[in-house]
C-alpha cells in the first residue's frame, strides 16, 4: 500500500500552481450549479411546460445526489486514484451538462431533466473528494492553508456567481445555464493533462454495504428535509423520510464499525478536532447555501427587481467572501484554525443581524455594507474549517475525509433550507393574513389567500413586477426573521468552535499520527 500522503512531492514545487488552477476548474462547476438553475426556474418550467413539483426535482435531484454520493466518491478516489477520478468526474459532470441544455419539449422533458441533473451530481460527487487530495498531497501543511483558502475562496465564490451568470445567461437561452459548464470543463481537463497531478491510490475492496446504507440514510433524509417545504411538516411521509434515513445512518455507523475495510472508517470521528471541525461545518452550512436563495429571491419579491439586479447582493456577499478567505488561510498557516473560524463565525452572526435590521426598509443600497460583513464572516472561517478537519485525516486518507466533510456541508445546507423556509413561508403567511384582515378581509379568506400567497417565488420571467407593496413589505418582513435566523446559526457555530478547538497551530501529522494518544497529542498543540 502506498503512502497516506505526498505532501507535495508528487508534482514539482514549479506545477504546483498550475495543479491548483486545475482543480479550481473541475470544481468550478460543482460550485455554479448549487444555484444557477434556481434563478432559471421559472423560465425552464414554463418553456418545457413543466409541473410545479417537476421543476422542484430538477433542482433538488442534483443535491440529493451530490450528498449522498459524496462519502463513496471520496472513497473511490483513494481506491482507484484521485487524478483517474477527477478526470471520470469532469467527463461525467459536462456530458450530463451537455444533455441537461439539451432537454427535448414534450412529455418526456420532466424525466430527461430530472434524470441528467442526478448524473450531474454523481459526477460532482466523484470530482470534488479526489480534487481535494490532489491540493492536500501537492501542498505541504506550512502553505496548505493559503492554498485551500483560495481553492475554497474562489470555488466557494462561484456559488454566489450562479445566481448572477445565470440572470445574464438565460436572456439568451436557459439551456446556456448548462452549457456554460462544457467550455469550464475543458479547461480543466487540458490544465490536468499539462500540470499532471499526483494519482496516489491505495488499491482496496469497496464497501457495497456500507455504500447501500449511506446512499439510502443520506438520500432519503435529506429527501425529507428537501421535500418538507412543498409537502408540509405535517405530511407522515416526511417524517418517515427523515427517521427512516436517519435509522439507516446510525446501522450504517455501527457496522462501519465492524468492517475490515469501510466505505468510511468511522473511528477517524475519534478525533476531537475532526469531529468539532464538522459540527462547525455543518452549522456553518445551514446558513451559508441558503443565503443565496434567499437574498436573490428578496431581491425580485420584495425590491421588484429583475434576476440580474437581484443577484447584485450576492456579488457583496462574495466580494467579502473572496478577501476574507484569502486572511483567513494566512491565519490558519500562522496561528492555527481556531482564532479565523471563532472570529468568521461571530463576524457573520453579527453581518447577518445587521442585515436582518435593514430588509424592512426596502432599499437595497443601506444593505451593502451589512452583506459584506456576513460574507466576510463566512470567508474567514470556512475554507479554514474544512482545511483544519482534512489535516487531521493523515491516519486515515484525505479522500475520504474530503468526502465526509461535504457529505456534511450539503446535509446541513439540506437542513437549513428546510427549517429556513418553512420559517419563511409561515411568516410570510402570517404577515399576509394580518394584511388582509386590516384591508377588511374577513378571517377564513384572508388566511386561504395567504397560504396561496406564501408559496410565490421569484423567477426570471419578471412575474413579480405587480406585486401590490404591502406583500412586498410583507416577505421583507419574513426574509428579516430568516436572516436573524442565520446570524443565531452562526452564533452557535461561534460557541461551538470557541468551546471545542484548541488554539496554535497544527503540527505535522505525519510526525504525531502513529496511534490515537498521539492524534489526541496532536489536538493539544
Known amino acids: 500500500m502506498s503512502s497516506g500522503s505526498s505532501g507535495g512531492s508528487g508534482s514539482g514545487s514549479g506545477s504546483r500552481s498550475l495543479i491548483l488552477a486545475a482543480m479550481i476548474f473541475a470544481v468550478a462547476m460543482t460550485f455554479i450549479d448549487q444555484t444557477i438553475v434556481s434563478i432559471a426556474a421559472s423560465t425552464i418550467q414554463h418553456d418545457l411546460g413543466l409541473s410545479s413539483s417537476g421543476i422542484q426535482w430538477a433542482i433538488n435531484a442534483y443535491l440529493l445526489t451530490l450528498a449522498a454520493l459524496f462519502a463513496f466518491g471520496g472513497r473511490l478516489g483513494d481506491i482507484l486514484g484521485h487524478r483517474l477520478m477527477v478526470v471520470i468526474g469532469v467527463i461525467i459532470f459536462a456530458a450530463a451538462s451537455a444533455l441537461c441544455g439539451a432537454t427535448p419539449a414534450g412529455s418526456g422533458a420532466e424525466a430527461w431533466l430530472i434524470t441528467f441533473r442526478a448524473v450531474q451530481g454523481a ?21 496548505r492553508g493559503r492554498a485551500l483558502a483560495l481553492f475554497f475562496g474562489i470555488a466557494g465564490g462561484l456559488t454566489a456567481i450562479g445566481p448572477i451568470a445565470g440572470g445574464y445567461l438565460i436572456e439568451w437561452t436557459w439551456r446556456a445555464i448548462f452549457w456554460i459548464n462544457i467550455p469550464v470543463a475543458l479547461i480543466a481537463l487540458i490544465l490536468i493533462a499539462l500540470s499532471k497531478p499526483p494519482n496516489e491510490r491505495h488499491p482496496a475492496p469497496i464497501d457495497y454495504r456500507g455504500l447501500a446504507l449511506i446512499v439510502g440514510g443520506v438520500g432519503l433524509s435529506v ?41 468510511i472508517n468511522v473511528r477517524i470521528f475519534e478525533n476531537r478536532t475532526f469531529s468539532v ?30 434576476a440580474t439586479t437581484s443577484s447584485l447582493a450576492i456579488l457583496y456577499f462574495f466580494i467579502g467572501f473572496v478577501v476574507f478567505a484569502q486572511i483567513g488561510g494566512r491565519m490558519l498557516d500562522r496561528a492555527g484554525a481556531k482564532r479565523p473560524v471563532v472570529i468568521g463565525c461571530a463576524l457573520a452572526a453579527i453581518g447577518f443581524a445587521l442585515w436582518a435590521g435593514k430588509v424592512t426598509d426596502l432599499n437595497g443600497g443601506s444593505q451593502t455594507i451589512y452583506i459584506i460583513i456576513a460574507g466576510a464572516g463566512m470567508g474567514l472561517m470556512l475554507g479554514q474549517s474544512n482545511t483544519d478537519a482534512i489535516n487531521r485525516a493523515a491516519r486515515y486518507s484525505y479522500g475520504e475525509a474530503t468526502g465526509i466533510t461535504q457529505t456534511v456541508r450539503n446535509y446541513g445546507a439540506s437542513l437549513g433550507f428546510a427549517i429556513l423556509g418553512t420559517v419563511l413561508i409561515n411568516r410570510f403567511r402570517s404577515e399576509i393574513t394580518s394584511s388582509l384582515t386590516s384591508r377588511g378581509m374577513p378571517g377564513p379568506a384572508a388566511a386561504a389567500e395567504a397560504s396561496k400567497l406564501a408559496q410565490l417565488q421569484g423567477g ?40 471545542g478547538l484548541r488554539g496554535g497551530v497544527q503540527q505535522d501529522p505525519q510526525a504525531a499520527a502513529a496511534d490515537g494518544r498521539q492524534d489526541r497529542a496532536t489536538d493539544a498543540v
Open 223 to 263: 429527501f425529507g428535509f428537501q421535500q418538507s417545504a412543498l409537502w408540509g411538516w405535517g405530511n407522515a411521509a416526511i417524517w418517515a423520510s427523515i427517521v427512516v434515513g436517519v435509522a439507516l445512518l446510525v446501522v450504517f455507523v455501527a457496522v462501519e464499525r465492524r468492517t475490515q475495510s469501510p466505505l
Open 277 to 306: 471541525q464538522n459540527i462547525v461545518l455543518g452549522v456553518a452550512s445551514m446558513a451559508f447555501i441558503p443565503v443565496f436563495f434567499f437574498a436573490s429571491t428578496y431581491g425580485q419579491i420584495a425590491l421588484g427587481q429583475k
Open 123 to 143: 459526477g460532482g460527487a466523484l470530482m470534488f473528494p479526489a480534487a481535494i487530495a490532489i491540493v492536500v498531497q501537492t501542498f505541504d501543511l506550512r502553505s
Open 460 to 499: 426570471g420571467s419578471g412575474s413579480t413586477a405587480t406585486i401590490p407593496p404591502f406583500i412586498r413589505a410583507d416577505f421583507a418582513s419574513a426574509i428579516e426573521v430568516v436572516l436573524y435566523g442565520m446570524a443565531i446559526i452562526m452564533g452557535i457555530a461561534a460557541l461551538v468552535a470557541l468551546r
